[in-house]
Structure formats: structure tokens, C-alpha cells
């Protein structure tokens, strides 16, 4: 259970890696799904950062099991991908919100299997 749980945070610390850098860099690619939902680029740019320093908190968690960090880290990113999926059903546009469907999922996967 434990390599699961390794290789899921491995793939989710690296897509939040690369998601968080997307944004805070102003890429449109990163910032399409959050100007959808009525976005400022300041707020994306601090989900981009939010994302990124907590990916650095999920690569902390594959080294250091037992330390709090990485359950933190699951749990920030758990509830700013709660918060993006009820953004995207008050904008109405929940077939935009399937990448962060995806990515809760997954998070609620590792905070189970943890």
C-alpha cells in the first residue's frame, strides 16, 4: 500500500508542479479553465502558487512519511480543488471541470490510503 500511495503523490506532486509553474508564469494555456470561471489572473497566480509549494510539500511527504507536512500539503491541495469544482458549477461550466474532478479524486484517494 505504501508504494501506491509513494506513486500517487509522486504523479500528483509532479502535475501540480507543472500546474502551479503554468500559472504563476501567466502561460494562457494555464489560465484558460480559471478565466472561464471569471478569474483574476492575481488569484490564479496565487492558486499557481498555492499548487506549486504544496507539490514541494507531496515530494516532501514521499521522503518523510511520518511527518505532518505531507498530509497538509493533500489537504490544502484537497480543498482548493473543492473549491475550483463549486466555482465551476456556480459559473455553469462543469464540463470544463473535469481535469479538477480528476485531481480531487485522486487527492481523496491518498488522504484515504494514507
Not at 493533500?74 to 479538477?100: F, Q
Amino acid at each position: 500500500m505504501q508504494l501506491t500511495h509513494n506513486i500517487l503523490l509522486g504523479l500528483l506532486a509532479v502535475l501540480f508542479l507543472v500546474s502551479g509553474a503554468m500559472k504563476l508564469s501567466g502561460n494562457p494555456k494555464g489560465l484558460t479553465g480559471l478565466r472561464e470561471i471569471s478569474l483574476g489572473n492575481r488569484s490564479a497566480r496565487f492558486l499557481g502558487l498555492i499548487e506549486a509549494v504544496s507539490a514541494i510539500g507531496l515530494i516532501y511527504a514521499i521522503r518523510y512519511p511520518e511527518e505532518l507536512t505531507g498530509w497538509l500539503a493533500i489537504l490544502i491541495l484537497w480543498i482548493e480543488m473543492g473549491s475550483l469544482v463549486y466555482a465551476h458549477s456556480r459559473a455553469n461550466k462543469m464540463r470544463s471541470s473535469a481535469p479538477v474532478l480528476v485531481l480531487l479524486i485522486l487527492l481523496s484517494i491518498v488522504l484515504v490510503i494514507a
